[in-house]
């Protein structure tokens, strides 16, 4: 399956304001028995969506904005394309199962189950290691093609602390690897999680990066920067919502 989404808040734009298309492909045995990848501003959790957008402030004695009303906050939510869990996965003192019905593979083999596992020995050494805990992996059956100069910056679904994993960040040269999976290592940190994992949870969010040679400069701000950045506090100090009018993109 050739699944190439549309012009949307989730797709990168070039310079002249055409859009760029992340290209998503399937076995064609799973064309519509798994869950597609879908731009993050579709995919908003449910507590964000019923959240208020003020709330009152013990400290300011007033209402003010709650983070739904922060630009930087949900830009970050809604940009770039949500990568689902293939299956329900039901955990329960400590085991995962899952009942994933998928056809076999044809002329191409894939993985049939949701997760796999890393040993642990894998991140001995870094704060992610526990004797005897495993990592999971979560597995994807989707390929995924960048423009040529395009990675993709794989990390665990932003803001989404509500879920009991944490996903690995990782950043893949998608435009030169794209015939074959990416999966997503995990940290299943919510060790008194018990329930149902539904189909299509999102388990990692994925970024369109264009490679370029960076440096970083540095300089004290001159009188007319240091005037500008000046004026400009003192108008975000009377004007809720600058950011969101007059600098947003």
């Known amino acids: 399956m050739r699944c190439d989404i549309e012009r949307t808040k989730g797709q990168a ?9 992340i290209k ?5 045995e799973l064309e519509g028995k798994i869950p597609p990848p879908v731009p993050a501003s579709l995919g908003l959790p449910g507590w964000l969506k019923a959240m208020p957008t003020q709330a009152f402030n013990t400290m300011s004695n007033r209402e003010e904005d709650t983070v739904k009303r922060c630009p930087p906050f949900v830009d970050a939510m809604t940009s770039g394309f949500l990568m689902p869990l293939v299956c329900d996965l039901k955990v329960e003192n400590g085991e995962i199962t899952w009942d994933n019905d998928l056809p076999s593979g044809g002329a191409l083999e894939f993985p049939r189950s949701p997760v796999g596992f890393h040993d642990e020995s894998q991140v001995i050494g870094s704060p992610l290691f526990e004797a005897d805990r495993l990592l999971i992996k979560f597995v994807n059956l989707w390929t995924i093609e960048a423009p040529p100069g395009y990675s993709l910056y794989f990390t665990h679904p932003v803001n989404r602390f509500d879920l009991p994993f944490t996903t690995l960040t990782g950043m893949v040269d998608c435009d030169l690897f794209h015939d074959s999976w990416v999966h997503f290592p995990a940290h299943w940190h919510d060790t008194k999680f018990s329930g149902v994992l539904p189909k299509g949870t999102p388990v990692a969010q994925c970024f369109p990066v264009k490679r370029e040679n960076w ?13 500008r950045a000046q004026e400009l506090s003192n108008r975000m100090a009377r004007e809720p919502g600058v950011y969101r009018r007059q600098f947003r993109s």
């Open 13 to 21: 734009v070039s310079n002249n304001n055409e859009a760029i298309a």
């Open 24 to 28: 998503f492909r399937c076995p064609a």
């Open 215 to 227: 440096v970083a400069q540095t300089s004290a701000m001159t009188p007319d920067e240091t005037s």
